[in-house]
């Protein structure tokens, strides 16, 4: 049986009322490093607050133009999240973010879950364009970028404050057409 959100690494799976403990384990044991690479060092929350949040979070969950994927490995285990976003129908073109818990780091998950990501939105929601971006101190995320066949198509120089000085927010880029050459096995696998 195949499924466009199941890899050979992971699966992308809705977020669920149960995910609220890891989001809850994830903010009383912040990785501000994390923080800082994701968009900000985040303040910390109360537990309560969380908790009145998320149902209202599941709900927005559902909307196309924001969707967060919980990513698990293939023997269930929660190793991260992505997040579409900016969708805009009319342009075809879309965002994303992606953060994978630090013991699940660099064993591919998020090579996979981000190809899952892009294969569904182009080939199922006929978007033509995928705008990304990494902070130019997060040289992980610019090398797995830069691996995958994303395009640098500039620089916002000097738009993160962080660590007490300016970076720049390094913007990539991928099209559908690029995708496919790149990738057409994998995308016929859906």
């Keep these: 049986m195949k499924n466009t959100f199941t890899g050979k690494l992971v699966r992308l799976r809705a977020f669920e009322p149960e995910d609220l403990a890891l989001f809850e384990a994830e903010d009383k044991n912040r990785d501000t490093e994390k923080d800082r690479c994701d968009y900000m060092i985040q303040l910390p929350r109360a537990a309560w607050k969380l908790r009145e949040d998320f149902p209202s979070r599941l709900r927005r969950e559902g909307e196309m133009e924001t969707f967060r994927f919980m ?5 269930g285990n929660t190793v991260g999240s992505i997040n579409a976003h900016d969708v805009d129908a009319r342009m075809g073109t879309f965002s994303y973010g992606l ?8 064993r591919g998950y998020a090579r996979e879950a981000i190809l899952l990501l ?9 978007m033509h364009k995928c705008n990304t971006a990494a902070y130019s101190f997060n040289e992980a995320s610019i090398g797995l970028h830069r691996s995958l066949g994303f395009v640098e198509e500039g620089r916002l120089r000097e738009s993160v404050y962080t660590k007490g000085r300016y970076f720049d927010d390094v913007c990539f880029g991928m099209t559908r057409e690029e995708f496919l050459e790149k990738y057409s096995e994998f995308a016929q696998e859906g």
């Design 118 to 126: 892009l294969r569904f939105y182009f080939l199922e929601l006929r």
């Design 71 to 75: 990513i698990e490995d293939l023997e």
């Design 99 to 106: 953060g994978i818990y630090e013991p699940y780091r660099r």
